[in-house]
């Protein structure tokens, strides 16, 4: 079972519309947790990077949050642009060498 | 700064043929990592290099898998002989330290686009 669930698997959204998807995991301990942006045809590309002691991190548009206690973590797109079609996927590390855990992503579109 | 340069971004290749994705890192990084991309298993690590040197190749296939790093600046990851399975997108990506206890950001390729027929 992967240890980094996200939801919902895909969300089609009105361009100017707000939207906000789910990381959910299970990785322990914990050490970082990633959240990348996939355009297609594309490599992912890094949004934000938290530890545990963080609970909030922008990066523009783009609002991350982490409950390090539920092990959850959001992702929170404020004004969606078409722009931000694109898949977003979720990476867990551990701390331990070469224990890092990707979610399946969520499939983002954005419709004008 | 270019990135990370992977190349050839598409190959189409027969069933049997042998296969060499190519990849160099950023300059000054020196974490090298091979991940391999399909819609069913979405992005899964092949391997690793720490300076040069090949930490853990659990990831990797099976035999007909094998990368090498003879460089700072260079690595490839070759198939052969290959087979349809293998088709996926192949992302090398570079980080200065180590993204596990660090937070350093994994920097990915733009991917090479393997077809096996």
């Known amino acids: 079972k992967n240890q980094v669930e996200q939801s919902p698997q895909s969300l089609i959204i009105l361009e100017g519309k707000n939207c906000t998807l789910q990381?959910?995991?299970?990785?322990?301990?914990?050490?970082?947790l990633r959240w990348y942006k996939q355009d297609t045809g594309r490599g992912p590309v890094s949004l934000t990077i938290?530890?545990?002691?963080?609970n909030t991190k922008s990066n523009g548009r783009y609002t991350a949050t982490l409950d390090a206690d539920t092990k959850q973590s959001s992702l929170h797109i404020t004004a969606s642009q078409l722009s931000d079609s694109a898949s977003y996927i979720c990476?867990?590390?551990?701390?331990?060498?070469?224990?890092?855990?990707f979610g399946a992503g969520t499939r983002l579109t954005v419709k004008p | 700064d270019a990135g990370v340069i992977q190349s050839p971004r598409h190959e189409v290749t027969e069933m049997g043929q042998e296969v060499t994705l190519r990849c160099k890192p950023i300059?000054?990084?020196?974490?090298l990592f091979w991940y391999r991309q399909t819609m069913m298993r979405g992005l899964e690590l092949l391997i690793y290099?720490?300076?040069?040197?090949?930490?853990?190749d659990s990831g990797m296939p099976e035999d007909r898998f094998s990368a090498k790093m003879p460089n700072a600046s260079f690595s490839t990851l070759k198939i052969q002989p290959s087979e349809p399975r293998d088709s996926a997108v192949y992302f090398c990506?570079?980080?200065?330290?180590?993204?596990?206890?660090?937070?350093?950001?994994?920097?990915f390729g733009e991917g090479s686009w393997l077809t096996v027929v």
């Open positions: 938290m530890t545990f002691s963080e």
């Open positions: 300059s000054g990084h020196d974490y």
């Open positions: 290099f720490n300076n040069n040197v090949p930490i853990d």
């Open positions: 990506a570079s980080s200065r330290w180590d993204p596990w206890t660090s937070g350093n950001t994994i920097y």
């Open positions: 990476v867990v590390s551990s701390g331990h060498n070469n224990d890092m855990r």
């Open positions: 990381c959910n995991y299970t990785v322990s301990p914990f050490s970082n």
